[in-house]
């Protein structure tokens, strides 16, 4: 299987649909890392939530891949799907961040892992409170580390757009944040 | 800290990796301070672990060992040899007919511009949610009479928090059986199943009744 890792999306979802199911897996791996992190950030933080979004997520778009009609956008395909499962995981749990679920690093001394505590727990909540589109963009820009072109692609969005939205994210966050300095 | 509750456009503009060219001290440490602080929320946050390949591929592979969708069209469009008598033929057609007007004369079913419906085919399994609570357990699978019980065919997915085993499951519509399986060996009806029936050897395996639409009873 790892030298299907370098196959295209495009590649493997035609041998996919052509009966080869267990490719499938190249495709589910690449991207439980490449949106993993969204996923968690969308869902309060909480990493088992974002685990059952995604388990659903990619069942549903290996049920309806046949209805994947360009291959070469399976990405922006694919994030639509993970993003509606997101926002469906979301509505109906609608849970806050839990410390306890935040991964401490080792090295770092009782207080400043307070502090950083602290601060990622004002983000999240500060994104939590964000409309959903201002809180997509934002993640996407600050957590995944897209370019807005990248972003653009993949939300058909304009980049215009897609620019305020993580603007005004940031206006909101660095709100929060100065009210804990 | 930088003490602005918003941040500039300069600022912003330099967190959108525009040139840092026209950015004033100010802004640029209020810019960095803002970074810093994302940043290390962003490398906190966890991904989900391979147990959600290990769940995908597990329906995945369910979903390809199930009646192709296709079969019902095939079938459909299959030719099939039928021996009818002519008599047969002409009262086939009376009732056709009669059966066409009842059905036009019933309130709230009209005959033409009528809404799309998905075709038959394209409901042919509904994703069923399994859960259970095991905090104890190691590992958790679905053993069931869709996957010819297979103790390995299903894998379900921790929440380390609240002790609670998901599985998503593509399901044909239709009464099924299944069990738990705990750690490889103890096997276990479903405490919130609506029914368990005896297995035959003394032990009960849990349904679930699911339909076109959903699950009816599990």
Redesign the interface.
């Known amino acids: 299987m790892s030298e299907m890792g370098s196959q295209s999306d495009a590649v493997l979802v035609r041998r996919i649909l052509a009966g080869e199911?267990?490719l499938?897996?190249v495709l589910?791996?690449r991207y439980?890392?490449e949106f993993?992190?969204y996923?968690?950030?969308m869902l309060g933080?909480?990493?088992?939530d974002?685990?059952?979004a995604?388990?659903?997520a990619?069942?549903?778009a290996?049920?309806s891949l046949a209805s994947c009609r360009e291959p070469e956008k399976f990405k922006a395909w694919l994030f639509r799907i993970v993003s509606n499962q997101c926002h469906n995981t979301r509505r109906g749990r609608r849970k806050h961040v839990?410390l306890?679920?935040?991964?401490?690093?080792p090295d770092e001394s009782t207080q400043r892992q307070l502090e950083?505590n602290e601060?990622?727990q004002a983000?999240?909540t500060a994104l939590d409170d964000l409309t959903t589109e201002q809180r997509e963009a934002f993640v996407l820009k600050?957590?995944e580390g897209y370019?807005?072109a990248e972003m653009a692609a993949l939300l058909e969005v304009g980049e215009d757009a897609l620019?305020m939205r993580?603007?005004r994210a940031?206006?909101e966050?660095?709100?929060r944040?100065?009210g804990l300095? | 800290m930088s003490g602005k509750e918003r941040l500039s456009p300069e600022a912003q503009g330099y967190l959108d990796g525009e040139p840092a060219g026209d950015i004033g001290p100010e802004d640029r440490q209020a810019a960095d301070q803002f970074e810093q602080a994302v940043q290390a929320y962003a490398g906190r946050l966890q991904t989900p672990d391979a147990s959600v390949d290990r769940a995908v591929m597990a329906a995945v592979r369910a979903e390809a060992r199930g009646p192709r969708r296709q079969s019902v069209w095939q079938w459909l469009v299959s030719p099939h040899p039928y021996s009818v008598r002519p008599a047969l033929v002409a009262a086939a057609a009376v009732a056709l007919i009669v059966l066409g007007r009842l059905l036009i004369d019933i309130p709230g079913i009209e005959f033409g511009d009528r809404p799309a419906q998905l075709a038959p085919e394209a409901q042919a399994t509904i994703l069923v949610r399994f859960e259970l609570r095991a905090p104890d357990a190691d590992r958790v699978t679905l053993a069931g009479s869709f996957n010819e019980w297979s103790p390995e065919g299903v894998e379900l997915v921790r929440n380390s928090a609240t002790g609670m085993w998901t599985a998503t499951v593509p399901l044909e519509p239709g009464q099924h059986e299944y069990l738990f399986v705990i750690d490889g060996s103890q096997w276990i009806p479903d405490p919130n199943a609506h029914a368990q029936v005896d297995d035959g050897f003394g032990q009960a395996n849990s349904v679930i009744v699911v339909g076109p639409r959903g699950v009816v009873r599990s």
């Not at chain 1, 933080?45 to 088992?48: A, L, P, S, T, Y």
């Not at chain 1, 306890?100 to 690093?105: H, S």
């Open positions: 199911v267990e499938y897996q589910v791996e439980r890392l993993g992190r996923a968690t950030a933080g909480d990493v088992d974002a685990a059952d995604q388990q659903e990619f069942i549903r290996y049920r839990r306890d679920r935040v991964q401490d690093p950083a601060i990622g983000i999240q600050h957590v370019s807005y620019k993580v603007h940031r206006d966050l660095q709100r944040l100065e300095r």
